[in-house]
Nanobody, 123 residues
Framework: QVQLVESGGGLVQPGGSLRLSCAAS????????MGWYRQAPGKQRELVAT???????NYADSVKGRFTISRDNAKNTVYLQMNSLKPEDTAVYYC?????????????????WGQGTQVTVSS
């Protein structure tokens, strides 16, 4: 079993900042890619940013220059620093962790999602 615990969402005014965190725990052998996705009402879930175990990052065009993804490999935690927030950034943000689980010596692919955290940008 792998658990992802997200935190850091909330209400912020346009131009403001928020920092999301997502900590993975449980039967983890190795964490590879970590990422953030978001889903606005009536829209499909979309990629926000991803980061590899080596630190290579990828961003959606809509957040480039405003959002920064980072990770702490020792803590299996991924962060999303969001600056210059806009009303169109309003969504539920989900973290995703890919890697390998260790279940009593058996190794299985890991592709797990957090419970989601609401980010609302409004004046």
């Amino acid at each position: 079993q792998v658990q992802l615990v997200e935190s850091g969402g909330g209400l912020v005014q346009p131009g403001g900042s928020l920092r999301l965190s997502c900590a993975a725990s449980g039967s983890i052998f190795r964490v590879n890619d970590m990422g953030w996705y978001r889903q606005a009402p009536g829209k499909q879930r979309e990629l926000v940013a991803t980061i590899t175990s080596g630190g290579s990052t990828n961003y959606a065009d809509s957040v480039k220059g405003r959002f920064t993804i980072s990770r702490d490999n020792a803590k299996n935690t991924v962060y999303l620093q969001m600056n210059s927030l806009k009303p169109e950034d309003t969504a539920v943000y989900y973290c995703n962790v890919k890697g390998v689980t260790d279940l009593h010596g058996s190794y299985w692919p890991l592709d797990s999602w957090g419970q989601g955290t609401q980010v609302t940008v409004s004046s």
